[in-house]
């Protein structure tokens, strides 16, 4: 059968795409984090669930993809956008590893015959970034990077690099995963990083838990960011040289009012 790779979007099911809601209602099986499928739970009555707590992703998409090979249809949830930040690129790094040959589900001149691998299909979703970036305002109108603080899977010497070098190409910043109760300190050494390139009064958005229960968007300003209330649920939006602050709202202008009359 089917392994179906689906994001969530940020929470709220009215903002997940039909294809992802037509999909978690048809398949047999139903595997992700205990929270992402908390999310969907409505949808997901009756279904066979495989669900694992942190730090479990390579023993679920392990189940997720033993299940489709014995022939099970099952969607693989995670949060957002299943190709940022998410469960699409272990997929492919284990069916990698184990040598199991993939096709695009939605190829017919390819799945119409089941010998000839285990299809698969992508259902994008929206990312955090995308959805607080429209709670804050339009912070990513022009060029922006994203970087993860996390150093559970990354070093933390290769982040410091990808925030000096961001800010140094006067990017917007988006920060994913900025604060834990386990990783308190990266928050403020990305700001004095930063910092170095940009200066104090450059303007931040942070947003947390973006179209949740628990939705809150301040701002702030870089040299002020670290005193700023931040979890594992927040996005951080750093602004450029040419972002600016407008009421409540945050935007990055793309650059019409040096080309046309505005």
Known sequence: MTLYVIGTGPGDISYMPLRAIEIIKQVDCIAGYTTYIDLIKDLIPGKEIISTGMTKEVERVEKAIDMALIGKSCALVSGGDPGIYAMAGLVFEICKKRDIKLIRARDKSESSNSNRGLPLEIIPGIPALASGAALAGAPLTHDFAAISLSDLLTP????????????????????????????????????????????????????????????????????????????????????????????????????YGKKYKI
């Open 156 to 255: 933390w010497e290769k982040i410091e690099k990808r925030l000096t070098y961001a800010a140094m190409a006067d990017f917007v910043i988006v920060i994913y995963n900025p604060k834990s109760k386990k990783r308190d300190w990266q928050i403020t050494k990305a700001q004095e990083l930063i910092l170095e390139h940009r200066e104090g009064s450059t303007p931040v958005a942070i947003v947390t838990g973006a179209m949740r229960e628990n939705q809150n968007i301040s701002f702030t300003t870089l040299d002020q960011m670290d005193t700023a209330d931040i979890g594992m649920q927040t996005v951080v939006f750093i602004g450029s040289s040419t972002s600016l602050r407008y009421l409540d709202f945050l935007f990055t202008p793309r650059g």
